[in-house]
């Protein structure tokens, strides 16, 4: 598989050759499907807390009388028939969202996704990724230079100055291989990967 190897102008000065296992996969849209889903739902915290009958704070007498009023009968205000009453069935901040996801699953969901981003020319490679100050100005001056407005970067190491000069950045975002996700890869619509992150994203996820 060869991928783009752009200058510092974003055109292509030449080609690399690249892993057919991680760039030359078919596409498998349930796979990537689940693995998105299964990274995002990991990432959820139960932090959600409500309320049973018996939590509410609401008086306990009887709001009227059993008969003769042509309401349906109410023991209590807390009933979750009721507004303003509990949940029959409330969230706890102790519940779980993550989902079980094997290895090999995971990597094949990337590998796929890396592979659809070579077949819609949104990744391509450069030499080296840095600024020489941490300057936001800086970092949109080079991303111009190279034709993009909106990137994932993927670095073999973040050093100071880049990861200052991008976290102001909304539609930039700086990531070293070991921390590269398949959300952010499926977000932004250009990817570039650097010349030595790339022989350590091929070491890794093959």
Do not use: C
């Not at 009968?73 to 079980?100: C, H, T, V, Y």
């Amino acid at each position: 598989m060869e991928l783009k190897l752009l200058n510092a102008e974003g055109q292509e000065a030449s080609t690399l050759q690249a892993s057919d296992t991680l760039f030359g996969r078919d596409y498998n849209e349930a796979l990537v499907h689940q693995v998105v889903t299964a990274y995002l739902a990991n990432a959820r915290s139960g932090n959600r807390a409500q309320k049973t009958r018996a939590e509410v704070s609401h008086s306990t007498k009887k709001p009227f009388r059993q008969k003769g009023t042509g309401n349906a009968r109410a023991g209590m205000r807390a009933s979750p028939l009721w507004r303003g009453g509990g949940r029959i069935f409330p969230n706890r901040p102790d519940e779980n969202f993550s989902q079980k996801l094997n290895r090999k699953m995971y990597r094949a969901g990337v590998a796929s996704i890396l592979s659809q981003l070579v077949r819609e020319d949104r990744l391509a490679v450069v030499e080296d990724f840095r600024v020489d100050a941490p300057k936001t100005r800086l970092l949109v001056q080079k991303l111009k230079s190279l034709k993009l407005d909106s990137a994932l970067v993927i670095t073999d190491s973040v050093d100071e100055n880049l990861f200052l000069s991008s976290r102001n950045l909304y539609d930039v975002l700086v990531l070293d291989v070991n921390e590269t996700d398949p959300v952010s890869l499926v977000r932004f619509p250009k990817v570039l990967v650097t010349r030595e992150a790339l022989a350590r994203m091929e070491e890794a996820w093959q």
